[in-house]
Each structure stands twice: as structure tokens, then as C-alpha cells.
């Protein structure tokens, strides 16, 4: 539990941190004026909770036994634009900055971030130490098909969709739908890789899940 917790302050700490210095660190008070952060604040604490109590697997740095090209180099560059959007989204909501009319997107928002927090907590739940940043496979690898995994193949891109974008809308921020855009292009890369690595190591299983489970959504 211990490395568990301390693997999570580690990756939540700079996120928090940037969310409040965006904001601006001299008026925290204001921060939490308004319900749809506060709640946005409340469910990170829960959320980290709940991880640590469920002792999930943190670790993204795993690299497996087959080869990431430039997959850190992607990752990189993902972190930097997400820590970026970290501080400049708090920044533009306070000054008013590409922002949306009305306040009901927030509380949309903020309910995609739920969403997306749980199912990303199920499937870590799931994955265990078959969990990486990175499209590799680890020794002894197998073909994750429980709780979650049963009907999504890829759970924790979905969760990626909905709440970097949910994060956007709870600071109202119009840059949502390119920030979901951006993501589907990602996400549509990576599992084509995933499943192209998946289908060579797991052959007939891998299309027997296939065809028993969808990619993202119902239908899909």
C-alpha cells in the first residue's frame, strides 16, 4: 500500500499543483467558490483514495520485451502538452479566456470526469502488472479479458477521451472538442499498434475476443 500511495503523490502532486498555480495560488479561496471545481477537486481526492485502498499498479514506465520506438518520445510530448493544459486551463477559466457561455458545461464536465475516473480505475484494477504507458508486452503477458476488459478492449483510451475533455468543460473551456479530437487521433493509433501486437502474440484467442467485445463503445 505504501508504494502505492507514494507512486500516486508522486504523478498527483505536479498535477495539482499546476491546476492551482494556473489559477492562481494567492486566491484559492475563489477556486473552490465555485461548485463544478469543487467537485472536480473533491473527485481527485476520492478517486486517490479509492486507488490506494484498491492497491492498484501505478507504474506507466514499464517497457515489456518488445521494442517502443519512439513510443517515448510520444509519451513525452503527450506529458508536456497535458501539463501545459494543466496550468493554461484554470488560467483562461479565471480570466476569461476561450470560454463557453453557459455554466451547465461544467457540471457536464465534471460528470465525463467521473466517468472517466471510474473506468480508468477498473481497468487498472483489471490490467495489475500487465499495465503500461507504452505498447509493449511483459514477460509472461497474458490476454486480459476480466471485469471490465470482458466487453471493452480498451478501456483506459476511453477513459482518456472523456476526461481530458470532461477536465476542459468543468474549467468551460472551448478548446474541449479539439482537446477530444486530439485524443481520438492518438487513441485510434495506439490501438491499432495494441491490437496489431496483441493479434501476433494471441492469434486465434485475441480474434475470439474480438469479435466477443468492443473497442471503445457498443458498436464500436
Not at 17 to 34: E, I, K, Q, R, T
Not at 117 to 140: E, H, I
Not at 184 to 189: G, L, P
Amino acid at each position: 500500500m505504501f508504494r502505492s500511495a507514494w507512486m500516486l503523490a508522486v504523478q498527483l502532486a505536479p498535477c495539482i499543483f499546476l491546476l492551482l498555480l494556473g489559477w492562481g495560488l494567492n486566491d484559492v479561496g475563489d477556486w473552490f467558490a465555485n461548485p463544478a471545481r469543487a467537485g472536480f477537486t473533491a473527485m481527485i481526492f476520492a478517486a486517490a483514495v479509492t486507488t490506494i485502498a484498491m492497491r492498484l499498479d501505478l507504474n506507466p514506465s514499464r517497457k515489456g520485451v518488445t521494442a517502443v520506438g519512439w513510443q517515448k518520445l510520444e509519451l513525452v510530448v503527450l506529458l508536456l502538452l497535458s501539463l501545459a493544459l494543466l496550468w493554461f486551463l484554470p488560467f483562461a477559466d479565471r480570466r476569461k479566456i476561450l470560454l463557453l457561455r453557459s455554466e451547465w458545461w461544467r457540471w457536464l464536465g465534471l460528470a465525463m470526469c467521473a466517468i472517466g475516473t471510474v473506468v480508468r480505475l477498473l481497468a487498472l484494477r483489471a490490467l495489475g502488472p500487465w499495465f503500461s504507458a507504452y505498447v509493449t508486452l511483459q514477460p509472461g503477458h497474458r490476454l486480459v479479458r476480466e471485469g471490465i476488459y470482458r466487453r471493452l478492449r480498451h478501456p483506459l483510451y476511453l477513459s482518456l477521451a472523456i476526461g481530458t475533455s470532461g477536465m476542459a468543460l468543468v474549467f468551460k473551456s472551448v478548446l474541449a472538442l479539439p482537446i477530444l479530437l486530439l485524443a481520438i487521433v492518438f487513441i485510434q493509433d495506439r490501438i491499432r499498434k495494441e491490437e496489431r501486437l496483441l493479434a501476433k502474440r494471441f492469434g486465434v484467442a485475441f480474434e475470439e475476443y474480438c469479435r466477443a467485445s468492443w473497442r471503445l463503445v457498443p458498436g464500436c
